[in-house]
T-cell receptor
């Protein structure tokens, strides 16, 4: 099956810093999503981004499907950005494969 | 609120007991999924359903049973719970058939003693 690798596994930032999270996948995908799992365990949809670039406030994402990777950018990080960021790829039959996530800690 | 609920939110049970986790969507999306998330890891697919009465195995189906008699409900049953099934269970639906965006319920934290 498809392999999904996220990097870095852990990231510690000071409030106000910028960061880039990466998601590599081993095969062609139909679509890709980024999620934020907050400290209470809730999975929050960030981006549905099969290709191209999208922006939502301080967050933006870029997927280059031909090169099999996606990037999530967080600018001017806040403590509320802390949590785990997952990417999930969808190949066929609607099924998704998740990466192991990047744990982000933003310190005040 | 994505329009998907799970119950119970927390459950403690004993080894060997049968447990059913409920999942309900307020929409009528065809695709629904069950995942488990073990401490410090990503989500792994247990079972999924493409429509009522159509289900299929995911990555880790052993020890679980699903049914889908109605489009809006997708219960997950642990026939004889084991300690290794202690986990957080997430239900989800996908919009636009199999190609759309996936939305998750709040999760059920299950502890098997």
């Amino acid at each position: 099956g498809i392999q999904v690798e996220q990097s870095p596994p852990d990231l510690i930032l000071q409030e106000g810093a910028n960061s880039t999270l990466r998601c590599n996948f081993s095969d062609s995908v139909n679509n890709l999503q980024w999620f934020h799992q907050n400290p209470w365990g809730q999975l929050i949809n960030l981006f549905y981004i099969p290709s191209g670039t999208k922006q939502n406030g301080r967050l933006s994402a870029t997927t280059v499907a031909t090169e099999r990777y996606s990037l999530l950018y967080i600018s001017s990080s806040q403590t509320t950005d802390s949590g785990v960021y997952f990417c999930a790829v969808n190949t066929n039959a609607g099924k998704s494969t998740f990466g192991d996530g990047t744990t982000l800690t933003v310190k005040p | 609120d994505a329009g998907i609920t799970q119950s119970p939110r927390y459950k403690i049970t004993e080894t060997g007991r049968q447990v059913t986790l409920m999942c309900h969507q307020t929409w009528s999306h065809s695709y629904m999924f069950w995942y488990r998330q073990d401490l410090g890891h990503g989500l792994r697919l247990i079972y999924y359903s493409a429509a009522a009465d159509i289900t299929d195995k995911g990555e880790v189906p052993d020890g679980y049973v699903v049914s889908r008699s109605k489009t809006e409900n997708f219960p997950l049953t642990l026939e004889s719970a084991t300690r290794s099934q202690t986990s957080v269970y997430f239900c989800a639906f996908r919009t636009s058939g199999g190609a759309g965006e996936q939305f998750f319920g709040p999760g059920t934290r299950l502890t098997v003693l």
